[in-house]
């Protein structure tokens, strides 16, 4: 059924921290690794160690470099997967009823049995989270690791999106936006989380954190002028002995450095 | 967007067979016996023919009758029953021309109904998606309503009609073609938007997530160049509008209509390419492409 429900018991998703996130595409390799052997059809590549490699991927790790008006450009990284919107325009498109929102937590799911592999919701998905398998020809998506966040045969830290237990960094985190105690209302809070693309509708549960701001320094005094003061005038102990020593051998008197 | 021909010539004969079944249930032509079938004939080969080329672009075609149960919320639903509704009275008009030498006015309006509403449905699935501001725009559905009109008068043999249609489609053209221009920078979505980084500064895509493509790169982000999409347009107002208007001013016979027509069906898949190619889509924007324009 593709129409939207009204209204949604909870509304998982995740909060995305662009300050914390190092870049390192762990949270793009356990999401293949896990949702290409759990729930649907696998994550298929094509040519994967020829001259021209592609494949499907749920979770995408972007870099932007956002140049302020004053100063260095800053480098983001930015990992990008379904956004489990409120208003999802991939879900009412849907020909056949295969996309659909569930009501009980909100996670927008693709029957692929029902999939005829039209790609009109991957053309109505703003963010690039749908792509198309080139194997199985079917549409695939962040399921929010369904398979994993219920199930009880996975010790309880394992509840949770494979993206978010694997995080080195611990730049995402997994929640309820719709109790306001949970982590990620209360993380979403504290430090402004954001929409993607608000303009374009579509009320995204997950949120992004934008980076924290750079500290400034003084510029009035020189950064290195600590470094470029001498460590010390005369060489000691052991280095001060193999100083002396090396300049008896050359008849030479030793000095400082 | 990618310009696939599957979905190019898709749009571009089933608008021009549609339009053509839209004047035949007028009774413009009424024509019975042969010549009615032969002209329903044509116009059932362009209708059905585009919805066959539609079906090469699914990925599994075999589950294709599972499309006709979201009409409640999908185009793409809606027109897939308007356009079966549209064939199947048209089916039967085209009988009671052919071999009943009678026209049913009543069931040839509802069968015209149907196929601009076919047509309309089509244009619709384009016109939804807030996600290639180029397409989300009310010119749209005009765009290929005068298309399927201008096309179908045309080969229905109405020379006054065509005309007057076909220097109608051209200015809709124009005009789609102008405000599509700005389109993307009037959304607001930027790549800023995009990543909510605006704030900091100009952002700029520094490194895509791989190396290769992806299916979102192979679909959505095409690039075409200005220069290459002027000369694309002028050919395509040439083919389309220009040649088939000259040539309906002179004295009428079948050579130069048929002259007309090909022109015509030569300068709308063209338009047609121009419509997908020139499209972007909000995603290119994460990809680095379509700065210029936001």
């Known amino acids: ?62 870099s932007f470099e956002v140049q302020p008006e004053m100063g260095l450009p800053q480098l983001i990284h930015f990992p990008k997967s379904c956004l489990h919107c409120e208003d999802a325009p991939c879900v009412t498109v849907c020909p056949t009823g ?38 199985e020809k079917v549409m695939k998506k962040c399921t929010l690791c369904v398979d994993r966040i219920y199930n009880e045969n996975l010790p309880e830290e394992d509840r949770e999106p494979a993206c978010v237990r694997t995080c080195p960094a611990g730049a995402r985190h997994f929640g309820d936006f719709a109790d306001p105690d949970s982590n990620v209302s209360k993380l979403t809070a504290e430090r402004g989380g954001m929409d993607l693309m608000p303009e374009q509708g579509t009320k995204p549960v997950n949120k992004y954190l934008p980076p924290r701001p750079k500290d400034t320094l003084d510029t009035d005094i020189d950064i290195l002028a600590p470094l470029l003061a001498p460590v010390a005038e005369e060489p000691q102990g052991f280095l001060g002995w193999i100083d002396r020593a090396l300049g008896k051998l050359d008849g030479k008197k030793t000095g400082g450095a | 967007m990618h310009p696939a021909p599957s979905v190019i010539f898709f749009t571009s004969l089933s608008g ?79 009988l009671g021309r052919v071999f009943f030498d009678t026209h049913w006015t009543a069931l040839g309006w509802l069968g015209a109904a149907f196929c601009a509403a076919t047509v309309l449905t089509t244009s619709m699935i384009y016109t939804q998606l807030k996600t290639v501001p180029r397409w989300n725009t009310a010119l749209t559905p ?58 900091i500064g100009s952002p700029r895509a520094f490194e895509p997530p791989h190396t290769g493509t992806n299916y979102l790169t192979r679909e959505m982000v095409f690039v075409v160049g200005r220069s290459h999409a002027k000369l694309l347009r002028l050919v395509a107002v040439l083919l389309a509008f220009a040649v088939p208007i000259f040539v309906l001013t002179l004295p009428f016979n079948h050579m130069l209509a048929a002259v007309a027509v090909l022109s015509h069906v030569a300068g709308v898949l063209v338009s047609r390419w121009l419509f997908f190619a020139e499209a972007e889509h909000v995603v290119g924007l994460y990809y680095g492409a379509h700065a210029s324009r936001t």
């Open chain 1, 98 to 135: 295969a996309s659909y929102k569930r009501t009980e937590d909100g996670i927008v799911l693709v029957n692929e049995t029902d999939c005829i592999g039209c790609g009109l919701c991957a053309w109505a998905c703003p963010y690039g989270a749908r792509e198309m398998d080139g194997e």
């Open chain 2, 142 to 199: 005009m765009l290929f309503l005068s298309f399927a009109a201008a096309g179908g008068a045309l080969l229905a043999g109405q020379i006054e009609t065509a005309r007057v249609l076909l220097a109608l489609a051209a200015a809709i053209q124009l005009a789609w073609w102008i405000t599509g221009e700005t389109a993307l920078r009037r959304s607001g979505t930027s790549l800023a938007s995009a990543t909510g980084l605006g704030h």
């Open chain 1, 1 to 62: 059924m593709t129409v939207l429900p009204d209204h949604t018991e909870k509304k998982l998703g995740l909060v995305i921290d662009l300050d914390t996130c190092v870049g390192c595409h762990a949270c793009v390799i356990s999401c293949k690794g896990w949702n290409t052997e759990n729930y649907g059809a696998p994550l298929s590549d094509q040519d994967p160690y020829g001259a021209d490699p592609t494949g499907t991927f749920l979770n995408r790790v972007h």
């Open chain 2, 16 to 94: 021009l067979g549609f339009g053509l079944l839209f004047f035949l249930g007028l009774g413009y032509p009424g024509s019975t016996g042969w010549v009615a079938f032969v002209f329903f004939a044509l116009a059932y080969l362009l209708a059905v023919g585009g919805l066959l080329a539609s079906t090469f672009h699914l990925g599994h075609p075999e589950r294709a009758l599972k499309a006709f149960t979201q009409w409640r919320s999908s185009w793409l639903s809606r027109e897939a029953w308007c356009a079966v509704l549209a064939l199947v009275i048209m089916g039967v008009v085209g």
